[in-house]
């Protein structure tokens, strides 16, 4: 791996991990590029050669694992969410800090959109009734959000099993009513 390419990771970890801090001391919403690169000991030009906003670090951390799970992901639709799960677990504070109430609703506002759309071509009608997939988005995000704020009462194979049955079961009444 090149120099470049462990500053450029080093960066993004230290400012990623400021995020997390900052959210738990202020609130998303009253935090400031300037607050997230002092507190990563970053400068703002390496903020911005890698992020738009402070939502777009936060968004690319979610991204970058969905891409990966849609990349890389078994066939095995089970396994699938074990896997996106076990994600989740490693990066536990700062979803925990982007789904809480401190945070706002924009984070899981995002999530849901994203999740959805991910489904969507698998579940939309053909008079494009998008409500199977907008449903086993929030059925994604909500889960989640409690097995984190619960502090994870179960692992993430049985998180994701129980996750997966519910959104066949939303799956099979889409299919009950086809467009």
């Not at 990771?9 to 801090?21: E, M, N």
């Not at 050669?49 to 066939?75: G, I, S, W």
Request: net charge neutral; hydrophobic share 45%; charged share 25%.
């Amino acid at each position: 791996m090149s120099q470049e390419n462990l500053r450029v990771r080093r960066t993004r970890i230290l400012l990623r991990d400021a995020l997390v801090d900052l959210i738990d001391e202020r609130g998303f919403d009253r935090i400031t590029v300037g607050e997230l690169t002092t507190r990563a000991m970053v400068s703002r030009a390496a903020f911005y050669r890698n992020y738009r906003d402070k939502y777009h670090l936060a968004e690319q951390v979610f991204d970058d694992a969905l891409t990966a799970l849609m990349a890389t992901a078994p066939e095995d639709v089970p396994q699938r969410w074990t896997e996106f799960f076990d994600h989740v677990a490693t990066y536990e504070r700062l979803y925990k800090a982007l789904l809480s109430r401190k945070a706002g609703t924009w984070f899981a506002d995002m999530m849901r959109a994203k999740m959805a759309s991910v489904s969507a071509h698998h579940l939309t009608g053909k008079d494009g009734n998008d409500l199977a997939p907008t449903v086993v988005g929030a059925v994604a995000v909500q889960a989640i959000t409690w097995w984190l704020l619960h502090d994870r009462p179960c692992s993430a194979g049985e998180i994701a099993d129980r996750t997966a049955e519910m959104m066949r079961a939303i799956i099979d009444v889409e299919l009950r009513h086809p467009s």
